[in-house]
C-alpha cells in the first residue's frame, strides 16, 4: 500500500465565497435605478439562498445579478439548484436555491463506469458524497483526471483534492 497514489474527486461550495458574492449582490441592487423602491432582498441560510422581490421579473434579475457575482468569484453555476418561483404577500415573487453540496451516488457510479469503461487501471471507492480514485503509479490516475475533466455534460462541478 505504500506505493499508492491517490486523490478525491468532490464537488463543493465555498460558503464564504458564496456569502461574499451575496454580499455583493446586495450592494449593487442597492445602488441599481431599476431596484429603487423595491423590496429585493438575498439571503444565505445553511445551504440555501432565499431571494424575494416584488415581482417575478425583478426576481430573476436578482437572480442574473447573483449569478454575475457569483461567477466573478469562480463559484460553479452548476451548483445552484431552482426551487419554484412563490407568490408572497402583496404581489410579491419568493424562490429557494438549494446549494449542491457532494456528488450523489448515482452520479458517482456513473463516474465509476466511465473510468472503467476507459480501461484506466485505478480503484475507485464511494465515500459518501466523494469519489476515492487510487492507483500505482501517477499517470493513470493523471488520465483519469484529464477523462472526468473533458465530461462536460456532468450537472455538478468537479474538484480534485486530497493529493497522497
Known sequence: MAGDYSFDVVSKVDLNEMKNAIDQAERE???R???RGTKST?????STVKLLSDDEYKLNTLIEVLRGKMAKRNISLK?????????????????????RQGIPTDEAKALVKAIKDAGIKVTTQIQGEDLRISGKDKDSLQAAQKLIRSMEDL???VEFANYR
Open 33 to 35: 435605478f431599476d431596484f
Open 155 to 157: 450537472p455538478y462541478d
Open 42 to 46: 438575498i439571503e444565505l441560510d445553511g
Open 79 to 99: 451548483a445552484l439548484e431552482y426551487g419554484k418561483i412563490e407568490a408572497a404577500s402583496h404581489g410579491a415573487a419568493r424562490q429557494t436555491i438549494t446549494l
Open 29 to 31: 441592487i442597492t445602488t
